[in-house]
């Protein structure tokens, strides 16, 4: 990791910085996760670290994209349904036959889809277009030279770029490097996330509640985030707020991750803020007010001498799932030298008015369908109720404090 940003860097503790300026230190801070050889089976979701070039011409011989006949194509120029052409048929060549085949003009030999063409031949006619005969067949159209062949380097040529460095190994890309002949390709990995939420009001889910407690959502919502961005994620137990305590606890994931994710604990209040006091102390964390609703109180940084980044997101859940798509999905997306990783923005016309504070830019949940969105209700950024009827976040602007019903806004569209 190159250095995080300086804590406070020439911000005062109480100015708000914006989106924008934080997503750029977030990503400034971030170095790429070394390349690795990974074999093919394990490398979807990774990053090219390379190009990726046909090894051979693909196809690399002529061959049959149809079941039928290999023949020679002028021997049909007369043939119809009611005066078929009539080929002996001297033979078979099935996918997968290596055997040197040659066509005598004037005869037919049966073909399957993906073998190698005869010699000689220079066109295959279908099976449909055909008595489907295994002695003889009969040609019931003339058939135009070329006609289902697939000929070599119609696809790509040996030596030619298939996949370039950069590219994101989704499953066609598995399936073109496997194409070109590669056991192996260098990728940047998925990185290792670590997620754990702090709190000692924090419960969890299944075991029974006792007022004044509540059943921890962030970790597996964010731990599941992390997956769906390409991470392999992890969640550690809930870390109580214990002053002592935090930090060692931070520092045990080091070993096994490439970023670490903890929610809770830095808002802007006093001794509660365990996460905050922690780190603050380390001075490679920048606790930071962003200009955005939800998701004031952030952190950012990075923790131990492997310089792991580190972000310290609000505890209150549609603050955390916010901050998450906003700064910790594009930092994934870095980690693997990409950029590919960023919410789609979309215009739509809002069906309901909106309010934002002065000054703050809202990411409000909405429904998304068509060019039209739907604000919900409950906007508080504790109702996770809300925050599961939503696919798509509604952006309005700091200067902006009202939007009417009907006005044109810009949407984020949820993964
Ligand atoms: P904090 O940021 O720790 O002050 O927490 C802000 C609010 O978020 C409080 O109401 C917490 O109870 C709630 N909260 C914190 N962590 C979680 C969690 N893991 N799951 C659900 N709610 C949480
Ligand atoms: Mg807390």
Excluded at 24 to 31: K, M, P, Q, R, V
Excluded at 51 to 63: C, Q, Y
Excluded at 157 to 162: P, S
Excluded at 294 to 302: A, L, R, Y
Aim: proline content about 8%.
């Amino acid at each position: 990791m190159t250095a995080a940003p300086a804590p406070e860097a020439g911000i005062a503790d109480g100015s708000l910085i914006t989106v924008e300026a934080y997503q750029a230190a977030i990503l400034a801070a971030i170095s790429p996760l070394p390349p690795a050889g990974l074999e093919l089976a394990d490398a979807e979701g990774c990053v090219l670290a390379e190009d990726v070039t046909a090894a051979v011409s693909l196809p690399s011989f002529d061959n049959s994209s149809m079941d039928g006949y290999a023949i020679q194509a002028a021997d049909t120029d007369h043939s119809s349904e009611r005066k078929p052409a009539t080929l002996p048929v001297t033979g078979e060549i099935a996918a997968g036959d290596t055997g040197t085949h040659r066509l005598t003009p004037g005869t037919a030999i049966r073909i399957m889809t993906g073998a190698r063409l005869p010699a000689g031949a220079d066109a295959v006619v279908p099976v449909e277009w055909t008595d489907g005969g295994s002695a003889r067949v009969e040609i019931y159209r003339p058939v135009a030279a070329g006609n289902a062949v697939r000929y070599v380097g119609g696809d790509a040529t040996a030596g030619e770029t298939l996949l370039e460095k950069g590219a994101r190994m989704r499953p066609m890309q598995i399936a073109v490097a496997a194409s070109a002949g590669r056991k192996t390709v260098k990728v940047r990995p998925r990185p290792r996330v670590v997620v754990l939420s702090t709190g000692n009001e924090l419960a969890e889910p299944g075991t029974p509640l006792v007022p004044g407690r509540i059943w921890d959502s962030n970790s597996y919502m964010i731990a599941a985030a992390a997956r769906e961005a390409g991470a392999h994620s992890v969640r550690r137990s809930v870390v109580p707020d214990d002053p002592a305590g935090m930090l060692p606890a931070l520092e045990a994931q080091l070993s096994h991750a490439d970023l670490l994710v903890t929610t809770g604990g830095v808002s802007m209040g006093g001794e509660h803020d365990v996460v905050k006091a922690a780190l603050r102390e380390l001075g490679t964390v920048a606790f930071r007010k962003v200009a955005m609703q939800p998701g004031m109180p952030q952190g950012f940084g990075t923790l131990g001498d492997g310089r792991v980044p580190i972000f310290t997101l609000p505890g209150n859940p549609v603050s955390a799932y916010v901050s998450f798509q906003l700064f910790v999905r594009p930092a994934i997306a870095a980690l693997q030298d990409s950029d590919d990783l960023r919410l789609p923005a979309v215009r739509a016309a809002l069906a309901g008015a909106v309010r934002s504070p002065e000054g703050r830019r809202s990411y409000l949940r909405g429904v998304l369908s068509g060019d039209t969105v739907t604000p919900l209700s409950g906007q508080g950024s504790h109702q996770i109720a809300a925050l599961g009827r939503a696919n798509a976040l509604i952006v309005v602007p700091e200067d902006v404090t009202r939007l009417p019903d009907g006005e044109t806004v810009e949407v984020l569209v949820l993964p």
